[in-house]
């Protein structure tokens, strides 16, 4: 498995040096208007694609959030999977959050299913069956789980860095969405939600769910 690096996800890397050379062009020849925009960019580019390193939380029964965002919605939904339904907690990414997915809990990667689609504003009902998703089933010590990267308005690139098989651990890097996106996460019938609609958490760190828990 491709590991993010500390301080910038890889994936940036073209990015922020296109825009920096890009930069330095202009600047030579004189052309500071668009230096400046370049700049900007450069900015830009190494902002959204950092990568900070973060504390996961230990101890049994906990499920860590997947994604940087805001929950928008927490409510049964079929499992795209199985089609059973299960309580799903959905974060919204903007582009200013950090867009590194995180494992939610210590498993292994039973199957990933890739879907094609629209790019309709990821905070959007029919996004979860319309939009570009790629899908992981997760076998925990505890359950099974269900995380389900959803590309939005403007994302154009999910990129997944697991295969079937492997064995991850809580908080442990396991893919990102360029440019705005959500991030779904279906939990077992024994895991209760311990955050609401409208908190703001963070990847690897904020707790999402506990096993046998009251919400908070």
């Known amino acids: 498995m491709r590991q993010g690096r500390i301080g910038i996800a890889p994936e940036g890397y073209p990015f922020i040096i296109l825009c920096a ?3 330095l062009i202009f600047a030579v020849i004189g052309c500071w208007p668009v230096a400046v925009v370049l700049l900007a960019g450069t900015w830009f580019a190494g902002h959204f694609f950092r990568d900070p390193e973060r504390v996961v939380p230990s101890g049994p029964g906990l499920a860590v959030s997947p994604a940087d965002g805001k929950v ?3 409510q049964p939904e079929p499992d795209p999977f ?3 339904p299960r309580t799903c907690v959905s974060i919204f990414m903007n582009v200013c959050n950090v867009h590194v997915n995180r494992m939610p809990v210590t498993g292994k990667i039973a199957a990933i299913a890739y879907h094609p689609g629209k ?3 990821a905070s959007w009902d029919k996004a979860s069956r319309d939009n570009e998703r ?3 089933a997760v076998e925990g010590k505890d359950g099974s789980f269900t995380m389900v990267q959803v590309a939005g308005l403007v994302a154009r690139r999910i990129v997944c860095r697991v295969g079937e098989g492997e064995k991850l651990d809580r908080g442990e890097r396991c893919g990102m969405i360029r440019f705005g996106s959500r991030v779904d996460l279906y939990l077992p019938d024994d895991y209760v939600p311990t955050v609401g609609i409208g908190r703001t958490v963070f990847a ?3 707790v999402l769910a506990e096993r046998n828990a009251r919400e908070k």
């Open 82 to 84: 199985t089609g059973k």
């Open 21 to 23: 050379f890009s930069t």
């Open 119 to 121: 790019f309709f504003n």
């Open 204 to 206: 690897g760190q904020t």
């Open 134 to 136: 790629c899908a992981y």
């Open 72 to 74: 928008i919605k927490i």
